[in-house]
């Protein structure tokens, strides 16, 4: 009998966190469309596990068997030790995502909660407009390139309308030097100034959104530094978010000594108020997944 796994509701949000984005296309190919959301299809997710274990027939018990044990784990209702090796093994999930899956799942190596009373840049919504959403899930990619600069930084993010109309998300960096490219959701806009430290830059959605709809962005921001930044990934969270997850990548000619996650203060100050060393995997990653987050300020910094 396989074993049940206490902390399914933890690994089933984390592995929809992991299959709305890392590994979407995988799953994809066999969806019979692609959602505007980045809800996960059950039985898109069933066929690639069912074409690695090679059944060759949907009618069959086995099938119906595995697409139920898919669907309790992607619910978070029940997950057992064979039906997380089996999703694992299927989407050649690297160690690092395996390794939290596993630490989620027997109700360890996580942080649930993460907030706190950070503010937002001063001037932020007169430049950028109110706040007409919220964010249901956000997976950010950052890379370091083998200067030591940032590179490029992929965001996808489920957004949900709380007003009718919202037909723009506004996306802040802390430079001017940047051009975003949308994979998915929108058209980018002209780049503005929201204060003396930071820019933003308007995804015009492809149709407005009236409240309570969702839609999936996909955009990548190619950064271009003139000077070394400080050694370091913020990610402000003003507001709450259900599901983050930020990662870091390093060029294999700029791996640092060491990596911490850590948490700031304010923008402003940039005082760490608490960090903890952390290990690269094998692509030279390392990454921080938050059931939620809110009012925070969290990321990474490291040392060369």
């Not at 002209?190 to 204060?195: A, S």
Request: charged share 25%; proline share 6%; hydrophobic share 40%.
């Amino acid at each position: 009998m396989p074993e049940a796994l206490p902390g399914a509701t933890a690994a089933g949000e984390y592995l929809n966190v992991l299959l709305g984005a890392r590994y979407r296309r995988l799953w994809e190919r066999q969806a019979m469309h692609v959602p505007r959301t980045s809800t996960v299809q059950i039985n898109a997710v069933a066929g690639v596990v069912a074409r690695h274990l090679q059944y060759s027939d949907e009618q069959t018990a086995d099938y119906r068997r595995l697409r139920n044990r898919i669907r309790g784990a992607l619910r978070g209702l029940e997950l057992t030790t064979t039906g997380l090796s089996q999703i694992i093994d299927a989407f050649a999930m690297t160690s690092a995502d395996a390794d939290q899956l596993w630490a989620l799942a027997r109700g360890d190596g996580t942080i649930k909660l993460v907030t706190g009373t950070a503010l937002p840049p001063q001037g932020l919504y007169e430049a950028t407009g109110p706040r007409r959403h919220e964010t249901i899930s956000l997976h950010e990619v950052h890379q370091v390139g083998p200067d030591r600069k940032p590179a490029s930084h992929r965001a996808v993010q489920t957004l949900r309308a709380v007003v009718d109309d919202m037909d723009y998300y506004p996306v802040v960096f802390d430079t001017n030097a940047a051009t975003v490219v949308v994979r998915r959701g929108g058209k980018p806009g002209r780049l503005y100034r929201v204060d003396d430290a930071f820019f933003a830059l308007n995804i015009q959605f492809d149709q407005p959104l009236r409240a309570e709809e969702t839609a999936l962005l996909d955009y990548v921001t190619t950064l271009n530094y003139d000077e070394l930044p400080p050694p370091e990934l913020r990610r402000g969270t003003f507001h709450k978010i259900d599901k983050f997850m930020l990662e870091v990548r390093f060029d294999p000619a700029a791996v640092p000594q060491q990596v911490y996650w850590a948490e700031w203060d304010s923008f402003d100050h940039n005082v760490i108020m608490r960090r903890q060393p952390v290990e690269l995997d094998q692509a030279l990653a390392a990454h921080c997944y938050h059931e939620r987050i809110s009012k925070t300020i969290v990321g990474f910094c490291w040392d060369w």
